[in-house]
């Protein structure tokens, strides 16, 4: 750094400034600094920063190691946004959401001195092994909705979005609308079937029981094959864009058009929903909110506020797989 301040003509309290970005340096002081980093190739040693600052500015963040799309979409969201914030990211996976495979991990973030930790994940059991940890710095868990205190949620507003897919689906006329579940051990899969059945009552109209599955096309394709046996709804609301791709391929080979005999919504907007046949209509999750969403909390409770959970709104995606009832 005093290398840097002598190239640069200025103080190393100025160059310490230019690095930490504070506004208190004029543009032609800062681009002077920069130039004189550049030309040196300095860069700052983490390790004698951390020992000043006591601050490694590293987060450590948990994941399932799952390859489905909302699941690693929200890995990399929150990686982005982490790096934005100018936080180093440590991740580490689990293959099973076990109390000790996740203290394991937990305890491996903090012999990095993490600042703090993301923990992404859906269902029951992650909940389970992250309440129990009791570490020393901040915990935000990615995912769950409406948990008890002491943890902290960022999550995308499952319920809402499978509300806004059934309300569209009642508003062009529909009035029944069979759900294919996600697996109930999924916070996430449990929040869109109250979305559905929220959306259906306040239309006044039954619910029933939704179709047990999971998140796989081959489900999808599977319970798509039974409709067409056992008699079609003009629409199906799909907890995933996967089971949706499968219901639409087992309606083709069938004969089955879509959406002038049955209408089919989906869930996620993955890559290629829009080229589907037809293209699907679904639920958008704003996956770069959520991540930003997530460092803004987790950052708050670096800071020693209070953190407060939060929900991101989803939107819905209108295409060509939904349309009136047929007569």
């Known amino acids: 750094m005093s290398d840097v301040a002598v190239l640069a003509g200025v103080s190393h309290q100025t160059v310490s400034r230019v690095l930490n970005d504070s506004p208190n340096v004029r543009p032609e002081t800062r681009e002077r600094v920069l130039e004189a980093i550049a030309r040196l190739g300095y860069r700052p040693n983490r390790a004698a920063r951390a020992l000043v600052t006591r601050r490694s500015g ?21 990686e982005v946004a982490a790096r934005d914030a100018g936080f180093f990211v440590s991740v580490a996976t689990v293959a099973r959401w076990e109390a ?31 309440r129990g940890f009791g570490g ?7 995912g769950p909705a409406g948990l008890p205190e002491p943890l ?7 319920r809402a979005g499978a509300a806004l ?13 069979v759900h294919l579940a996600g697996p109930l051990d999924w916070l996430d899969a ?19 029981e939704p179709v047990p599955g999971d998140w796989s096309a081959e489900t999808g394709y599977r319970v798509g094959r039974r409709l067409v046996r056992e008699g079609l709804p003009t629409a199906v609301f799909a907890a995933n864009d996967q089971l949706a791709l499968g219901l639409l391929h087992a309606f083709a080979e069938a004969g089955v058009r879509v959406p002038d005999d049955v209408s089919v919504a989906g869930f996620d907007d993955i890559d290629g929903a829009a080229h589907f046949f037809p293209p699907l209509t679904t639920v958008r999750q704003e996956f770069g909110a959520l991540g930003r969403g997530c460092m803004e909390v987790l950052r708050a409770a670096m800071a020693g506020e209070e953190p407060e959970s939060r929900l991101v709104a989803p939107t819905l995606v209108m295409r060509a797989s939904t349309g009136p009832p047929r007569a």
């Open 58 to 78: 590293t987060v450590g963040v948990l994941a399932s190691g799952s390859a489905l799309f909302g699941p690693s979409s929200t890995l990399v969201a929150v």
């Open 100 to 130: 000790e495979p996740v203290a394991g991990a937990l305890d491996h973030f903090l012999d990095e001195g993490v600042d703090g930790v993301v923990v992404i994940a859906a269902h029951d059991e992650a909940v389970a092994a992250v």
């Open 136 to 142: 020393p710095v901040p915990v935000v868990m990615v």
């Open 152 to 158: 902290t949620t960022v999550s995308m507003d499952q």
């Open 165 to 177: 897919a059934v309300r569209h689906l009642v508003d062009l006329g529909h009035r029944e609308v």
């Open 190 to 208: 449990r929040r869109r079937i109250e979305g559905w059945r929220d959306a259906l009552t306040a239309a006044g109209l039954p619910a029933g």
